[in-house]
């Protein structure tokens, strides 16, 4: 009997059983969501931005993975340097060496990142989060974060304490000591911080969920009253950075901003290895390992592992040989453009905003009183239901995949891998256009998967 471990002819033997499997041992609600909207597709392979079938369809990626599949699926250059990283057989994790990747990739990521020192590598975007909740709080010596409401940091118990979505923080109190601030609202964070508690503010220079930007000149204004306080700013680029919004950094599309702590994750995996990475400035660093006997005081067990490590270096190489970030900024320009002008010929799409290749397409109440009394219908079910069903038949019969933004919001959001190019654009708008005349005239599958939804809706209550 062999003792060799097959993983092909596991997959090949069970792989059939894939949604019965994580019904019986996984999240169990994630398959029955799946078929309920139609998604509960079997996807065979992936490469770049595409996905495809046992029959042989493709599948454009609108989604990315929210965001981890910057460089799409396999890309060749990582996948060669995940190979070449094994075949090495280091001596990773010693925990008592030091390594020459993790100091590699920390090299390379802040030669991206003007007025940044140093860097803690953990495994995901919420480790960032939470060391930099850590971090800001004991340089500073202060209890109290201020994060934005709707946004989205993470869901592990520090960074949920920054969680702007109520639905995400009920039945987990009690957190940390938080407040939320309006985004943009320079009043309501000086109003906080005259109270002389608060470690630093949080923010998505812009938020994943709804695809908010933070307007013009907050962030640098921000900056300037946490300094005057001695709070720290935090950017959470864990969606938002590694060229997403057509800069390396999105806080970078405004001159002057220099946080003082940068939380990435998601593209810096390639979408193989999990890593997270909290950039900092060096006095921050310096403070919280003040000595020799504080020097694990702040730690991750897979912390700077060499496939990550690897991973990352790969990712960084591949963004600057082929000028990922100015070809996002430049496809999604075309992206942004050729939605915009849709806005004018159909009533249900309310707005078209985001930069580079984060997109957020807003519907709205129409004026018409026939489609106007099916909107209200929908909206009296639960808010979010029209976005949910423009989603669905462009899966199922243009084989796009996109989402929501985020629950009871009617905003798609578009975060496709940033190697789509001008045949991608067109392919989407096409199925997108298609999908809004087929809502405006007022039948097929889009209303008819309405009254599923609606259906659905009532059931839940």
Known sequence: MSTEFDLGALLAERGAE????????LNHQLPRMLHTIGFDKVYERGEGAYFWDADGNDYLD??????????????PVVRKALHDVLDASLADLTRFDCQPLPGLLAE???????????????????????????FARYATGKPRVLYCDHAFHGLTTGSLSVNGEGGFRDGFAPLLPDTAVPLGDLDALARELKKGDVAALIVEPIQGKGVLEAPPGYLRAAQELLHRHRALLIADEVQTGLGRTGDFYAYQHEDGVEPDLVCVAKALSGGYVPVGATLGKDWIFKKVYSSMDRVLVHSASFGSNAQAMAAGLAVLSVMENEQIVAGARLTGDLLKSRLTALIDKYELLADVRGRGLMIGIEFGKPRSLKLRSRWTMLQAARKGLFAQMVVVPLLQRHRILTQVSGDHLEVIKLIPPLVVGEAEVDRFVDAFTEVMDDAHNGGGLVWDFGRTLIKQAVANR
């Open 62 to 75: 609108m989604l990315a993975g929210f965001g981890v599949m910057g460089l799409g699926r396999h890309h």
């Open 18 to 25: 894939r949604y019965e499997l994580h019904g019986r041992y």
């Open 108 to 134: 390379k990521l802040l030669a991206h990142s003007p007025h940044l020192d140093r860097v803690f590598f953990g495994n995901s975007g919420t480790e960032a989060v939470e060391t930099a909740l850590k």
